[in-house]
C-alpha cells in the first residue's frame, strides 16, 4: 500500500503548518550560517601566513661584491644554499673526466635544466648549491685548500659533511665509496642581470 503525499498551496496551510514550514526554513538558514560561520576560520588557517610566503619566494643576490673563492650562504625555503666564486683552476679541474665520482655527469642529481654540468652550473664561476648532504641531512663544511680531502680528484679542497664523512667536489658532486647516494641539490635559479641573481 502507498502512500501518496499531497502538496498544500500556501493559501491552503493550516496556521500550525505554516508555522512549522517558517521555522523549519528558519533554522535550516541559521544552520547553514552557523557552520560558514564555524568553517571559515578553519579554512582561513590552511592558507600560508606572510612569513611562510616570504620564505618561500625567490630569493635575489648581488654578485657583484664576491671575491675569487669566496662562499655564502642564504636561505631559501629554510634550507642553506651555498653561492661559491670559483677560480678559473678550479673550473679547470671540474671539467677533467673523473672516475673517482659517483656521479660525474649528473644524471641521477636534482638540478634545474642547464646545470646537467661537468661544473652543475648555468655559469662556470659560479656554484649554487643547497647545503644539506643527501645522506642524512647534515650541513656539508667548506675545505678550501685541503688537497688531501677529495687527493683521487686532483683537484684543490671540497665539502666534507661531519656527520659521517661524506666527500663532495666543489661542483657539489659526491665522491664514490661515501654515505650520500647522490649528489648535492641545485635550486632552481637564475641570472637577472649580468652580477645578479634569483634563486626559487
Known amino acids: 500500500m502507498s502512500r501518496s503525499v499531497t502538496w498544500l498551496r500556501p493559501a491552503e ?3 500550525d503548518e505554516h508555522r512549522r514550514r517558517l521555522l523549519l526554513a528558519t533554522t535550516t538558514g541559521l544552520g547553514v550560517a552557523g557552520l560558514a560561520a564555524t568553517a571559515y576560520p578553519f579554512l582561513d588557517s ?10 618561500g619566494g625567490p630569493v635575489s643576490v648581488d654578485l657583484s ?11 631559501w625555503r629554510s634550507k642553506p644554499v651555498w653561492i661559491l666564486r670559483r677560480s678559473p683552476a678550479v673550473i679547470a679541474a671540474l671539467q677533467q ?3 673517482a ?11 634545474p635544466p642547464g646545470c646537467d654540468n661537468a661544473t652543475r652550473s648555468l655559469k662556470p664561476e659560479w ?11 647534515c650541513i656539508p663544511l667548506l675545505h678550501w685548500h685541503d688537497a688531501a680531502l677529495n687527493a683521487e680528484l686532483h683537484a684543490p679542497g671540497g665539502y666534507l659533511c661531519p656527520c659521517h664523512g661524506s666527500r663532495f667536489d666543489l661542483a657539489a658532486r659526491v665522491v664514490k665509496n661515501v654515505p650520500a647516494p647522490t649528489n648535492l641539490e641545485i635550486p632552481p635559479y ?11
Not at 590552511?46 to 620564505?55: I, Y
Not at 661584491?65 to 636561505?75: K, L, N
Not at 655527469?105 to 638540478?111: E, G, I, K, N, Y
Open 13 to 15: 496551510l493550516s496556521p
Open 46 to 55: 590552511m592558507e600560508p601566513s606572510a612569513r611562510a610566503l616570504a620564505e
Open 65 to 75: 661584491t664576491f671575491a675569487e673563492g669566496e662562499m655564502r650562504t642564504v636561505a
Open 97 to 99: 673526466p673523473n672516475s
Open 101 to 111: 665520482l659517483l656521479d660525474p655527469l649528473s644524471r641521477h642529481s636534482v638540478q
Open 127 to 137: 656554484l649554487v648549491a643547497v647545503g644539506i648532504c643527501t645522506h642524512l641531512g
Open 190 to 200: 637564475r641570472f637577472t642581470g649580468p652580477a645578479e641573481i634569483t634563486i626559487g
